[in-house]
């Protein structure tokens, strides 16, 4: 797999994570409009955006890669 593929990869999985962290919200408000308990469902919604962050920290070094690749071409 190269370079540009592995971006696009990193990049899809950032969206998929980010609409998790939509989905994960509305489950939270939904939670507590019901007056059910939201320790678990905060805790996922902290793991998604943790996982985020380290996604975008693994994208932004992958561009950093690419572009370090085309300044040596």
Not at 9 to 23: A, D, F, L, P, T
Not at 39 to 55: C, M, V
């Amino acid at each position: 797999m190269g370079m540009r593929e592995d971006v696009e990869r990193v990049e899809q999985h950032i969206r998929e994570i980010e609409q998790r962290i939509e989905r994960q919200s509305a489950v939270i408000t939904q939670a507590e409009e019901n007056g059910l308990p939201t320790e678990g469902p905060r805790n996922f919604l902290w793991f998604l955006k943790e996982t985020l962050s380290l996604s975008r920290d693994h994208l932004a070094r992958l561009l950093a890669d690419e572009f370090r690749a085309g300044d040596s071409r």
